[in-house]
Structures are given as C-alpha cells and as structure tokens.
C-alpha cells in the first residue's frame, strides 16, 4: 500500500508564499517523476510542475519564475514553494508521483488527497 500525503496549503493574501509538501509512504522500490497538479471547480486537473528522479523540472507557463518544485529522494519527499502568488493561483493542489512497488513491477501513478490554497485579493 502506497500513501502521498501532502501538507502546506492555507489562506494567503497576493504576493505572499507557501510551501507545500508531499510525503510518499508504504512499499516503495523506487520513484519516478513526481508532480503537483491543480484543479479548481468546473475545470480539468492541470500540470504546475514536475520534477524527475535525476532533479530535471518542467513548469506549466503560468507559474514560471514564481514557483519552484524541488524533492528529496531519501525522505520521498516532493516540495512545491509558491512565491508571489495571485489570486488565480486558487485551487485545490494534488500531488502526484509514479511509483514501483517491487524491482520485477512496473510504475503506476500515485495520488494525494489535495490541499487547498486560497489567495485572498
């Protein structure tokens, strides 16, 4: 059984910051990718960032420059730091992280309960 429990989400008002964190947990041999996606009511999931096992980051435009995904393979962690955030960076945030089991299993892709942030005007 794997577990990504993620953590950080609040009210902040524009221009402030978050940290969100993401904890993997359970029977791990290793993870792939991992990612921290977006969803507010009415409207599909979206990419924010993702990061591979080797550090490589990939950004979804609306938040380049402005947020930094980062993850710490030992502790099977991944961080998303939101600086300079708007309004329209409200949304219920999930991470997401594709994991093998056991070495002869291929990946699949793991979900967290999501967290919500709110930027106040």
């Known amino acids: 059984q794997v577990q990504l429990v993620e953590s950080g989400g609040g009210l902040v008002q524009a221009g402030g910051s978050l940290r969100l964190s993401c904890a993997a947990s359970?029977?791990?041999?290793?993870?792939?990718?991992m990612g921290w996606y977006r969803q507010t009511p009415g409207k599909q999931r979206e990419l924010v960032a993702s990061i591979t096992s080797g550090g490589r980051t990939n950004y979804a435009d609306s938040v380049k420059g402005r947020f930094t995904i980062s993850r710490d393979n030992a502790k099977n962690t991944v961080y998303l730091q939101m600086n300079s955030l708007k309004p329209e960076d409200t949304a219920v945030y999930y991470c997401?992280?594709?994991?093998?089991?056991?070495?002869?299993?291929?990946?699949?892709?793991?979900w967290g309960q999501g967290t919500q942030v709110t930027v106040s005007s």
């Open positions: 359970g029977s791990i041999f290793r993870i792939f990718d």
């Open positions: 997401k992280a594709r994991i093998q089991v056991a070495v002869l299993r291929e990946g699949n892709d793991y």
